[in-house]
């Protein structure tokens, strides 16, 4: 394969992770919509019903939200209908929050489609290539977070300027 050819297929498929990544915001854009919430609290919901149930630290901790952020979303989640807290068998000092039937029955509606479709798409792939897909996920996966957490720590210029003073500063 020539030079040429491979940086093509690189940057159709670079492309076609970024068009992927719009159609999933796309998706859960849609959600937030039908259920009421914002992305925030759809991140949060989709947390819990991954997770199960845990601490509102926990959950503040797995959104990258602070406590009060976290604490708020809680809240809204709660008056709309999709999250309760309660107290942890355990230590009954200890609160957990989980998400109401209602909300499993909306998410099951508004995923379950696409979760059950992609199934039957993945069917069609190869043991091998199926592995070859869960580890391109699981390290495009760890890219983001990598990145996600650098922004997070202000490691990026936001504006171009910034970006000169950081250059003229580290020379």
């Not at 159609?23 to 919509?33: F, G, N, P, R």
Request: glycine content about 6%.
């Amino acid at each position: 394969m020539s030079n040429e050819t491979r940086d093509e297929l690189l940057t159709a498929v670079s492309r076609e992770v970024a068009e992927f990544q719009s159609a999933t915001d796309e998706m859960d854009e849609a959600v937030t919509l039908r259920l009421g919430v914002n992305r925030t609290d759809l991140r949060c919901m989709g947390l819990l019903f991954a997770r199960g149930a845990m601490s509102a630290g926990q959950l503040a901790a797995a959104s990258h939200l602070s406590p009060g952020a976290a604490t708020t979303a809680l809240d809204r989640l709660e008056r709309a209908g999709y999250a309760i807290r309660t107290r942890a068998a355990q230590d009954r000092r200890s609160v957990l929050v989980e998400l109401t039937p209602l909300a499993r029955q909306r998410i099951e509606e508004l995923y379950g489609p696409v979760g059950q479709e992609g199934i039957q798409f993945l069917a069609r792939y190869s043991d091998d290539e199926l592995t070859f897909l869960s580890a391109f996920l699981r390290e495009g996966r760890a890219l983001q977070a990598k990145h996600a957490a650098r922004i997070r720590e202000g490691k990026t210029p936001l504006h171009a300027k910034d970006a000169e003073n950081a250059t003229s500063s580290d020379e």
